[in-house]
């Protein structure tokens, strides 16, 4: 069966600093995984996804992420954190069954220190 | 462009009772999926719905739960005997088609059901 491991519940990082918030994916093709984030009391919004090709993948607010197949990973980066970049993350894959639901990690919340 | 849109966005329910949570898709968009967040954890996959179709409902709990998308109206999300472990998040995601080339899902900001 699919699933997503995020290893770390909590990340805190200093404002300015980079971040890299991990993933990794149980899968035996080629993935389709996403980073979600969702800010308290709201919804989640889409930061990037990879489906094929380039293997670093560009998002919004200044995010990427890199697939890694021989890891098994899609870790989110970013190379200088801002305090409003706290949130929760969430990785997800995408099932290759009938439905293409998603499949969520159970997320990584970001603490920024000023 | 409306996005989607979930109400009642809090929920206050006493044991026992029932709770309805209604989602309106983004216009255009014909699949529809249910998610729980319970506290501190991530989203689980609960139903996923075309109009007037259950095409997944592998996540839902078997007893009290139930989804519907009619041809016309919001889909909804009924609770029926409601226990504090209900208490959640509820999230709706709609997509216009079911193609794994896109896969995103478009996420409602959520309906919080408290049980007392």
């Known amino acids: 069966a699919q699933s997503v491991t995020q290893p770390d519940i909590h990340i805190t990082v200093s404002e300015g600093a980079s971040l890299e918030l991990r993933c990794n994916y149980s899968?035996?093709?080629?993935?389709?995984l996403f980073w979600y984030v969702q800010s308290p009391g709201q919804g989640l919004q889409l930061l990037l996804k990879y489906f094929s090709g380039d293997t670093l993948v560009q998002g919004i607010k200044g995010f990427e992420a890199e697939f890694k197949r021989s890891q098994s990973s899609f870790n989110l980066r970013k190379p200088s954190v801002h305090w409003s970049d706290a949130a929760e993350y969430f990785c997800?894959?995408?099932?290759?069954?009938?439905?293409?639901?998603?499949?969520f990690g159970s997320g990584t919340r970001l603490l920024v220190r000023p | 462009n409306a996005g989607v849109m979930q109400n009642p966005r809090h929920l206050v329910r006493r044991r026992g009772q029932e709770a309805r949570l209604r989602c309106s898709p983004m216009k255009g968009h014909s699949h529809v999926y249910w998610y729980r967040q319970l506290p501190e954890e991530g989203l689980k996959f609960m139903v996923y719905?075309?109009?007037?179709?259950?095409?997944?409902e592998s996540g839902m709990p078997k007893e009290r739960f139930s989804a519907e998308f009619p041809k016309e109206g919001p889909s909804i999300l009924r609770i029926q005997q409601v226990v504090r472990g209900d208490s959640a998040a509820y999230f709706c995601?709609?997509?216009?088609?079911?193609?794994?080339?896109?896969?995103?899902?478009?996420f409602g900001e959520g309906s919080r059901l408290t049980v007392l």
């Open positions: 719905l075309q109009k007037e179709n259950i095409i997944d």
């Open positions: 899968y035996g093709a080629t993935p389709y």
């Open positions: 997800a894959v995408g099932a290759m069954d009938s439905s293409y639901k998603l499949i």
């Open positions: 995601a709609s997509s216009p088609y079911n193609d794994r080339r896109t896969g995103e899902l478009f």
